[in-house]
């Protein structure tokens, strides 16, 4: 049994504080990435929209599944703990090592490369000598490393921290909507489209508007800390979901305007093109600098709530089990974090041996991701029939179709990323096969399911 005196998560995280967090961890690079992508996707520009209103919906639907999972079971091993209640714990451990070696820190790794490329662009050459075609990868690791130790201090530092970058990447994207919505367009001298209409392939663009969107139910790994998570957890999730769904949909509205659906598809940087459009290079400069916080936004979200499943999960195993000890001083899980910084450090150097680490990274997580998201979308059925006079302090509404639209989106999703990815999705699938013998140091006892629900211990 778990030491009762041993320290525990406490509801120290504001509704304000949580919704910043989650906005962070998705607002991140995905969108100076994505629209060129999504535009060679489609036919039209009200279709071009009309995706990412449709992604939006999607997401929200998602949340308001996830508000009645977190909201009837607070704990701050988040979706560990979802399937830990609804399949046994050994679904939830086989979740728990996916996470730590692929999910997480895979997405970890990405988000790093993609900060290490555009940093590499803004510093001089020649800094590493021989080792310079490895400076992105460098300065992944260099990012991976001081946001961690931020975070180890405490969550109190690593949510501060959060709350300015996050708040730098709002004004950025703000001032691009601006220069959008009120700039001089000049589509007409746009090239000719890359994809003719015939080929448009709407459900490739929802798999890359969805990717954009992703990280939202990173959320449920804030209850634990959220004060008085039932009745707050549905506020951080569909404000949350909502602020991004506006943002997203007015920052795609200014580079359509200004770029045209044919600009867009000819523009590996939509951000940056636009900007040099309507306020010249240093525009340009500006947009650059905006993708390096919100990297460092999307990094240190994804450190903050990565490291809580290292904690839940230490606690189910016989063996590791000081991964599993929260720090009363700095009121974090810093042995989990150190571990997951570590394993994120192997999958860089990994990554770096490849042409593209940001690319080998994504393909690495997703089939296991969406594979596990779906588990948690059934887990919403599986608990509502194992528990049906149970009250709930949040209900999803028009149940059961939400639920199943969310399951059904999750099951394309599978599909489409075992589809369409390379060989790293197949590593990913063994790494995840390759955790089976974690289930042999299972602990035989544990903390009652109940107590496991109830409010954070005020110690």
Not at 381 to 393: E, G, I, K, M, S
Not at 411 to 427: C, D, E, F, K
Request: charged share 10%; proline share 6%; hydrophobic share 55%.
């Amino acid at each position: 049994m778990t030491d009762p005196n041993q320290p525990r998560p406490q509801g120290i995280l504001s509704v304000f504080d949580a919704i910043t967090i989650m906005v962070g961890l998705v607002l991140g690079v995905g969108i100076f990435r994505t629209p060129s992508i999504v535009a060679g996707s489609v036919e039209s520009e009200a279709m071009f929209i009309l995706v990412w209103i449709v992604g939006g919906i999607i997401t929200f639907i998602g949340a308001l599944c996830y508000a009645e999972l977190s909201a009837a079971h607070p704990n701050a091993g988040g979706e560990y703990h979802f399937l830990s209640r609804a399949y046994g714990r050994s679904t939830a451990m086989m979740f728990g090592w996916a996470r730590c070696t692929v999910i997480q820190t895979g997405a970890l790794a990405a988000v790093a490369f993609m900060l290490g490329d555009y940093v590499a662009q803004l510093m001089p050459a020649g800094l590493f000598g021989p080792f310079d075609p490895f400076g992105p990868a460098i300065y992944a690791a260099l990012a991976v490393i001081v946001l961690t130790a931020v975070n180890v201090i405490g969550t109190i530092e690593g949510k501060n921290l959060q709350v300015v970058v996050t708040f730098l990447e709002i004004g950025a994207i703000g001032a691009i909507i601006l220069f959008g919505l009120f700039g001089s367009p000049e589509t007409a001298q746009r090239a000719a489209p890359s994809m003719p209409p015939e080929t448009a392939a709407i459900g490739m663009a929802m798999i890359f508007v969805l990717l954009t969107y992703g990280g939202w139910n990173e959320a449920a790994y804030l209850t634990g800390e959220l004060k008085d998570a039932p009745r707050n957890i549905a506020k951080v999730l569909a404000g949350g979901t909502v602020l991004l769904v506006v943002l997203y949909t007015l920052t795609n509205l200014a580079l359509l305007s200004i770029l045209g659906l044919d600009g867009l598809r000819e523009s590996d940087a939509v951000a940056a093109d636009m900007m040099r459009v309507v306020a010249g290079p240093i525009g340009e400069r500006v947009v650059t600098a905006a993708i390096v916080v919100a990297a460092i936004s999307t990094l240190n979200a994804t450190i903050f709530t990565g490291s809580r499943v290292f904690y839940a999960m230490a606690r189910d195993m016989t063996v590791m089990q000081w991964v599993g000890i929260w720090n009363g001083r700095g009121k974090t899980p810093a042995n989990g974090q150190i571990v997951q910084g570590i394993i994120a450090l192997a999958l860089i150097a990994v990554g770096a041996i490849t042409r593209d680490g940001f690319k080998a990274m994504v393909d690495y997580t997703a089939p296991v991701f969406w594979g596990f998201l779906l588990l948690v979308g059934l887990s919403l059925f599986v608990l509502r029939w194992r528990h049906p006079d149970r009250a709930l302090p949040y209900r999803v509404p028009l149940y059961p179709l939400t639920p199943i639209i969310f399951c059904l989106t999750c099951l394309y999703m599978l599909y489409a990323s075992v589809t369409y990815t390379g060989a790293a999705a197949l590593i990913g699938l063994a790494m995840l096969a390759a955790g089976a013998p974690i289930l042999l140091f299972k602990r035989k006892q544990v903390e009652p399911a109940e107590s496991q629900d109830a409010s954070p211990d005020p110690m």
